[in-house]
Every structure is written in structure tokens, then in C-alpha cells.
């Protein structure tokens, strides 16, 4: 599974949400369900504008981690 690290890097830099929104040019909402790992999929141009805001690479903000197995 991928596990989104959004929260994580933008306390590290220091960026709120609304910050991050105006930079990217994505809606709040949209930024807030990144954040909070609640998508199910992340458009590149997304990424890139996020990646290029919070000067970053995208294994910044995503994670990969087997799933686990019942």
C-alpha cells in the first residue's frame, strides 16, 4: 500500500494547508484529503506542483509498505 507523507513534509517545512493550497493552485479540500491519506490516486502535475512548493522529491511524500496479511 502507499502511505502519503503530506503531513509530515509540510510540518518539517513549515507550511499550512492554505499556504500550500495558494503555491499549488489546488483547492484546499483536494490538499486536505492528500493530506490525510483519504485518495486514491494523485494526478503527476499534482505531485510535481507539490514536490516544486515544498522543494521536495515525491519519495518525500509517498511511502510504499507491503500490505498486511490476514
Known sequence: MIILRLDR???DRKM???ELSEKV???NVNLSK???GKV???RFS???AI???LHCQPGDILEY???EED
Do not use: H, P, Y
Open 51 to 53: 514536490c516544486k512548493a
Open 9 to 11: 513534509v509540510m510540518a
Open 16 to 18: 499550512s494547508l492554505n
Open 25 to 27: 493552485g489546488v483547492a
Open 34 to 36: 492528500l493530506k490525510t
Open 65 to 67: 509498505a507491503e500490505d
Open 46 to 48: 499534482t505531485l510535481n
Open 40 to 42: 486514491s490516486a494523485v
